[in-house]
């Protein structure tokens, strides 16, 4: 696989917990927002871009956290195909 496909499954968690901290920081900013009645059209329309940050945040936190599980088990499947191959070949 070349270098720049590699997936690093530790960077990846990284990622992922970091998209996480992200959303979970704005969540607390909204919930600590006036209500949507006390606001302007200008504060409802940050609220709205704002949650929307909040759920793709959540959901990028979520893939890179999936795909840090998949990079993981496909280096573990490499790495017993690989010891597989060197026990046949010291056989």
Do not use: W
Not at 30 to 55: F, K, W, Y
Not at 57 to 65: K, P, Q
């Amino acid at each position: 696989m070349p270098s720049e496909l590699h997936l690093d499954p530790d960077r990846l968690h990284a990622h992922a917990s970091a998209a996480a901290g992200m959303s979970e920081e704005l969540r607390g900013a909204l919930h600590g927002a006036p209500d949507a009645a006390d606001t302007d059209t200008e504060q409802e329309r940050l609220r709205a871009v704002v949650g929307a940050a909040v759920r793709e945040l959540a959901g990028l936190s979520a893939a890179l956290a999936g795909a840090a599980s998949a990079a993981s088990s496909t280096d573990a499947e490499v790495g017993r195909s690989l010891r597989e191959i060197l026990g046949r070949e010291r056989a």
